[in-house]
């Protein structure tokens, strides 16, 4: 009975016999590129096709030191490395030690010849684009019914806006008869008046992604008169159906993104703004109420009636002040006449008459205050209490 063998067994047995192979240790395999792609680890997948066959590959990010350009779709390339068996697969694939341009693939070719005859009759000058409009209602899809690009337009669409129509065009969009079916499905749309045209497909290969790159693609979309948004592969992804579209998004969900207005988050800030402006009116009418009580004192401040009643209040104030200083000028007047009365009264002959003295004068009325103010002769007038006792001197 033969032996029986575990898969991985096999797959490590398969794997020693391309270690001992000394020629498949160090090769170079000339074909084209294809499914490229960048891991954000560094490490480059890609596939290396010519006509009858492919080879799976891979170049890791130690090894892109001595890589002196990007690699591309259709370029056709001289890749040296090793064929190994990646053993938990079971599957073998070049491991690329180094890369060098052999020249341009076929369809690279084709498409850079293409792009430059078209460029130069002006399909792709920006004085033929139409501009996308803003708030589109009924929007056109040329894509495949049944692959992700149109699941995603949807979900985006329903999302941001589910007031817009969507009109589908289920086209072919890879293989045989793709192109012709674009066509119909570009013109067909265009015919039924609506407002912006979304045409692509999700990613794929240069040959997956041909059908957008057929000159009689091109020439639909440059003679729609509905904006055509162009929405092919992936953000690397470039097609002649970019160059001659109105617009060019990188996928299918930015085509949406920009053709759908988002009447949601439209709503979300007519929202805020009321909100806003209603917040900022409040506090307008606050500071206005304020400054409208502000006048409002101001001018019973300045009231006619007020400012009369202030100043008669003002009157009787100073009115009662010159009262009570007359009051006390007149009482201080009064004090030092009577001390000057009293001094007076103490100074007064008759007083000194009354007390029993005589008050002497010549007969012209003049004082005598001693004897040799008169001589023997002399008349006199002598001012007693109760008369005058006229003398002469002896």
Same mark, same amino acid.
């Given at each position: 009975?033969?032996?029986?063998?575990?898969?991985?067994? /096999?797959?490590?047995?398969?794997?020693?016999?391309?270690?001992?192979?000394?020629?498949?240790?160090?090769?170079?395999?000339?074909?084209?590129?294809?499914?490229?792609?960048?891991?954000?680890?560094?490490?480059?997948?890609?596939?290396?096709?010519?006509?009858?066959?492919?080879?799976?590959? /891979?170049?890791?990010?130690?090894? &892109?030191?001595?890589?002196?350009?990007?690699?591309? =779709?259709?370029?056709? /390339?001289?890749?040296?490395?090793?064929?190994?068996?990646?053993?938990?697969?079971?599957?073998?694939?070049?491991?690329?030690?180094?890369? =060098?341009?052999?020249?341009?693939?076929?369809?690279?070719?084709?498409?850079?010849?293409?792009?430059?005859?078209?460029?130069?009759?002006?399909?792709? !000058?920006?004085?033929?684009?139409?501009?996308?409009?803003?708030?589109?209602?009924?929007?056109?899809?040329?894509?495949?019914?049944?692959?992700?690009?149109? &699941?995603?337009?949807?979900?985006?669409?329903?999302?941001?806006?589910?007031?817009?129509?969507?009109?589908?065009?289920?086209?072919?969009?890879?293989?045989?008869?793709?192109?012709?079916?674009?066509?119909?499905?570009? &013109?067909?749309?265009?015919?039924?008046?609506?407002?912006?045209?979304?045409?692509?497909?999700?990613?794929?290969?240069?040959?997956?992604?041909?059908?957008?790159?057929?000159?009689?693609?091109?020439?639909?979309?440059?003679?729609?008169?509905?904006?055509?948004?162009?929405?092919?592969?992936?953000?690397?992804?470039?097609?002649?159906?970019?160059?001659?579209?109105?617009?060019?998004?990188?996928?299918?969900?930015?085509? !949406?993104?920009? !053709?759908?207005?988002?009447?949601?988050?439209?709503?979300?800030?007519?929202?805020?703004?009321?909100?806003?402006?209603?917040?900022?009116?409040?506090?307008?009418?606050?500071?206005?109420?304020?400054?409208?009580?502000?006048?409002?004192?101001?001018?019973?401040?300045?009231?006619?009636?007020?400012?009369?009643?202030?100043?008669?209040?003002?009157?009787?104030?100073?009115?009662?002040?010159?009262?009570?200083?007359?009051?006390?000028?007149?009482?201080?007047?009064?004090? &030092?006449?009577?001390?000057?009365?009293?001094?007076?009264?103490?100074?007064?002959?008759?007083?000194?008459?009354?007390?029993?003295?005589?008050?002497?004068?010549? =007969?012209?009325?003049?004082?005598?205050?001693?004897?040799?103010?008169?001589?023997?002769?002399?008349?006199?007038?002598?001012?007693?209490?109760?008369?005058?006792?006229?003398?002469?001197?002896?």
């Amino acid at each position: 009975m033969a032996g029986i063998y575990t898969v991985s067994q /096999v797959n490590a047995y398969i794997k020693n016999m391309f270690v001992q192979d000394y020629a498949l240790g160090r090769i170079s395999i000339k074909g084209e590129v294809s499914n490229c792609k960048y891991h954000t680890s560094g490490h480059i997948y890609f596939t290396l096709k010519d006509g009858k066959g492919t080879l799976s590959a /891979v170049m890791f990010a130690s090894q &892109r030191m001595g890589l002196s350009f990007r690699l591309q =779709e259709g370029q056709q /390339v001289v890749a040296t490395g090793a064929v190994d068996v990646y053993e938990r697969d079971g599957r073998y694939q070049l491991y690329a030690k180094s890369i =060098e341009l052999d020249g341009k693939g076929e369809l690279y070719r084709r498409f850079e010849e293409l792009k430059k005859e078209l460029e130069e009759m002006g399909m792709f !000058a920006a004085e033929y684009k139409q501009p996308i409009p803003k708030y589109a209602k009924k929007i056109g899809v040329v894509t495949a019914s049944t692959g992700a690009a149109i &699941r995603d337009i949807m979900n985006i669409t329903a999302r941001r806006n589910p007031y817009v129509q969507l009109v589908l065009y289920p086209a072919l969009v890879q293989g045989e008869g793709a192109k012709y079916s674009i066509v119909r499905g570009i &013109r067909t749309l265009d015919a039924m008046g609506l407002d912006v045209l979304i045409v692509g497909r999700g990613g794929g290969s240069i040959e997956d992604l041909w059908a957008f790159n057929e000159e009689m693609v091109a020439r639909a979309i440059f003679e729609c008169s509905t904006p055509v948004i162009s929405a092919v592969g992936h953000e690397t992804d470039v097609t002649i159906a970019d160059y001659a579209a109105d617009f060019r998004a990188p996928t299918p969900s930015a085509a !949406a993104e920009l !053709a759908v207005f988002d009447y949601c988050q439209f709503q979300s800030d007519l929202a805020g703004y009321r909100n806003a402006l209603s917040s900022r009116m409040g506090r307008k009418l606050d500071w206005q109420k304020s400054r409208l009580e502000q006048y409002r004192l101001r001018m019973k401040l300045k009231d006619p009636v007020r400012q009369i009643r202030e100043k008669r209040q003002h009157l009787a104030d100073l009115e009662e002040q010159m009262e009570r200083a007359m009051e006390s000028k007149l009482r201080d007047r009064r004090h &030092r006449l009577a001390l000057l009365a009293g001094r007076l009264h103490g100074l007064s002959p008759l007083e000194k008459i009354s007390g029993g003295f005589g008050f002497l004068t010549d =007969e012209s009325g003049r004082r005598i205050a001693g004897v040799n103010q008169v001589k023997p002769g002399d008349g006199l007038e002598i001012r007693v209490r109760d008369g005058r006792i006229r003398a002469r001197v002896l």
